[in-house]
């Protein structure tokens, strides 16, 4: 008998998330998990570059600054897709945390990590080679997306509950 390499079934479908079967709680610390993984690495690599930082100042470059800035074209790439990961990874730490004890604490060590990571990219990355409102703006998409897609379902959902006007109204 010869024995078959697959099933024919997808490998992953034993591992996606099933409503009503998976525990919320569990849900939430996986992706907090996840989270703070995400915005571990992001973080690390905006401190450290790829490629490291120049040592010393010659050949016109200076000491402290990204090897990899002098690639323009992709170091804007790096920068931006790594902000905008760290930005979303926090959104999600925050938005999970809410309501939680220390929440307060969550949001000010988040925020100050995410001042500490500019403030970072700032100091190695050659004023010459990124316009930083570019990067400001890769920081602030997740958390814009998060409130268009809130207001969206507000405008567009008054349907599925038709009592919530009235109850609106009467607080």
């Given at each position: ?18 409503e ?41 470059h ?50 100050s ?53 009235m ?5």
């Amino acid at each position: 008998m010869i024995k078959r390499l697959s099933t024919g079934r997808s490998w992953y479908k034993r591992f996606q998330y099933e409503e009503g079967v998976d525990k919320p709680g569990d849900v939430r610390n996986i992706m907090l998990v996840v989270a703070a993984l995400i915005a571990s690495v992001t973080f690390q690599a905006g401190v450290n570059p790829p490629g490291g930082v120049w040592q010393d100042n010659d050949n016109g470059h200076f000491a402290g600054r990204a090897i990899y800035a002098a690639q323009e074209g992709a170091y804007y790439v790096f920068l931006i897709s790594n902000t905008f990961a760290l930005s979303a990874s926090v959104l999600v730490i925050i938005s999970l945390t809410h309501g939680f004890p220390f929440h307060l604490e969550v949001i000010i060590a988040t925020i100050s990590m995410m001042v500490t990571y500019g403030s970072a990219i700032f100091a190695v990355t050659p004023n010459e080679s990124v316009k930083f409102r570019y990067v400001i703006a890769a920081a602030s998409v997740p958390f814009v997306l998060r409130c268009l897609i809130q207001l969206f379902n507000i405008v567009f959902n008054k349907d599925e509950r038709p009592g919530l006007e009235m109850e609106m109204m009467r607080n």
